[in-house]
């Protein structure tokens, strides 16, 4: 059974800092590409960083400079590091995994809001 776990979302004032940890079990962590998208009320959910097993990321125009993706596959676990946050950036945040070569191998986590005040 595969699960994404994520934790380490919460309230912080414009200018803080959060980082986001997604715990993955059930899957064979280190081939997945890993991403965090956002989905903020009346919005469609979007990218914000995704990593490949390779380790090669990328990053939504929104956050680069300040959202840092990472993976550490001894622990199963994918990070999202964000520093300078805006009210903007107030969203539930999602872990997804996905196995490019299996369609059905995309698997999502149940999300962690992210609620940044001004």
């Known amino acids: 059974q595969v699960q994404l776990v994520e934790s380490g979302g919460g309230l912080v004032q414009a200018g803080g800092s959060l980082r986001l940890s997604c715990a993955a079990s059930?899957?064979?962590?280190?081939?997945?590409?890993m991403g965090w998208y956002r989905q903020a009320p009346g919005k469609q959910r979007e990218l914000v960083a995704g990593?490949?097993?390779?380790?090669?990321?990328n990053y939504a125009d929104s956050v680069k400079g300040r959202f840092t993706i990472s993976r550490d596959n001894a622990k199963h676990t994918v990070y999202l590091q964000m520093i300078s946050l805006i009210p903007e950036d107030t969203a539930v945040y999602y872990c997804?995994?996905?196995?490019?070569?299996?369609?059905?191998?995309?698997?999502w986590g149940q999300g962690t809001q992210v609620t940044v005040s001004s």
């Open positions: 997804n995994a996905k196995l490019s070569s299996v369609s059905s191998a995309d698997y």
């Open positions: 059930g899957i064979r962590f280190r081939i997945y590409a």
């Open positions: 990593i490949t097993s390779a380790d090669i990321t």
